[in-house]
């Protein structure tokens, strides 16, 4: 499975600059969330990809979720969560609770 930021940069170089990777250095688009990724150098967060899914499905969680682009590179990471990482870290932890077996006398 392809990493967030090897999606970016297929991203970047498929649907930006026309499959032409050269391009990729030279994007004018510095207002775009995506911008400092487009090398494939840093880390990312799946919740940055969903931003850019935003701006291209309309702005709507609906949209989002009924992403019509399903060839899109980024298109596994639309909804924020990386899929690789499913079910990993411990949801049902209490951190900074005591837990105590013993009762009170």
């Given at each position: 499975?392809?990493?967030?930021?090897?999606?970016?940069?297929?991203?970047?170089?498929?649907?930006?600059?026309?499959?032409q990777?050269?391009e990729?250095?030279?994007?004018?688009?510095?207002?775009?969330?995506?911008?400092?990724f487009r090398?494939?150098?840093?880390?990312?967060?799946?919740?940055?990809?969903?931003?850019?899914?935003?701006?291209?499905?309309?702005?709507?969680?609906f949209?989002?979720k009924?992403?019509?682009?399903?060839?899109?590179?980024?298109?596994?990471?639309?909804?924020?969560?990386?899929?690789?990482?499913?079910?990993?870290?411990?949801?049902?932890?209490?951190?900074?609770?005591?837990?105590?077996?013993?009762e009170?006398?």
């Amino acid at each position: 499975m392809e990493t967030p930021l090897k999606s970016v940069r297929r991203y970047c170089v498929k649907e930006c600059c026309l499959n032409q990777p050269n391009e990729v250095l030279k994007c004018p688009a510095k207002d775009c969330v995506l911008w400092k990724f487009r090398l494939g150098k840093g880390r990312i967060k799946v919740k940055d990809i969903r931003s850019r899914c935003k701006d291209c499905n309309e702005g709507t969680a609906f949209a989002i979720k009924n992403c019509e682009f399903p060839d899109c590179p980024l298109f596994r990471y639309r909804l924020g969560t990386n899929p690789a990482r499913a079910g990993q870290g411990n949801h049902n932890a209490h951190f900074g609770k005591k837990t105590s077996t013993h009762e009170p006398k």
